[in-house]
């Protein structure tokens, strides 16, 4: 997966309501990737997460929860 991109294989959409609100400033909504029909992924990214003031910028993907059953 690349941050800001969604995943190019196998199903995915964006969250709606609070279950899709961003977990802070500058993060995306979340999205629901579905792995395979017993697996899906919610995550959020942010293209320029910096985990202290004077660190670097960089993009990351925050996993929020893994589902290994069917809906």
Same mark, same amino acid.
Do not use: F
């Given at each position: 997966?690349?941050?800001?991109? /969604?995943?190019? !294989?196998?199903?995915?959409?964006?969250?709606?309501? $609070?279950?899709? +609100?961003?977990?802070?400033?500058?993060?995306?909504?979340?999205?629901?990737?579905?792995?395979?029909? /017993?697996?899906? !992924?919610?995550?959020?990214?942010?293209?320029?997460? $910096?985990?202290? +003031?004077?660190?670097?910028?960089?993009?990351?993907?925050?996993?929020?929860?893994?589902?290994?059953?069917?809906?």
């Amino acid at each position: 997966m690349t941050p800001g991109q /969604m995943p190019e !294989i196998n199903g995915s959409c964006i969250l709606r309501g $609070k279950a899709g +609100a961003p977990k802070g400033e500058g993060w995306s909504r979340t999205v629901h990737y579905e792995v395979s029909s /017993m697996c899906r !992924i919610d995550y959020q990214y942010k293209d320029n997460y $910096k985990n202290h +003031a004077d660190g670097d910028v960089h993009k990351v993907v925050a996993i929020l929860t893994i589902s290994y059953s069917s809906h």
